[in-house]
């Protein structure tokens, strides 16, 4: 499984985004879909997932502004960002798991910044 992310870039303080991120190869192997990120300095971090069933959960910082969602082949996963904070600002990653492990897209950055 290959994976895309793209939708990142500089965005003010309130300001909203769309991440997307398209999956190639083996997406009928795939599971359940993620996002990660890491902020500057900082641990990539779980920021949420949608299971096959379409069952998300989220990291608290980001739930009420954040939306997971997928279409219905699971080739592709978008993360909805609204409300976007400084805090926010990161290297977001996406993540399928299929039966065989886990693969990673190579990443899109967000700045929140003024």
């Known amino acids: 499984v290959q994976l895309q992310a793209s939708g990142g870039g500089l965005v003010q303080p309130g300001g909203s985004l769309r991440l997307s991120c398209a999956a190639s190869?083996?997406?009928?192997?795939?599971?359940?879909l993620a996002w990660y990120r890491q902020p500057p300095g900082k641990e990539r971090e779980f920021v949420a997932r949608?299971?096959?069933?379409?069952?998300?959960e989220y990291i608290d910082s980001v739930r009420g502004r954040f939306s997971i969602s997928r279409n219905r082949s699971k080739t592709t996963t978008s993360l909805q960002m609204v409300s976007l904070k400084p805090e926010d600002t990161a290297v977001y990653y996406c993540?399928?798991?299929?039966?065989?492990?886990?693969?990673w897209g190579q990443g899109t950055l967000v700045t929140v910044s003024s």
């Open positions: 949608i299971m096959g069933g379409g069952q998300t």
């Open positions: 190869g083996s997406t009928g192997s795939i599971r359940v």
């Open positions: 993540k399928a798991t299929t039966a065989w492990g886990e693969y």
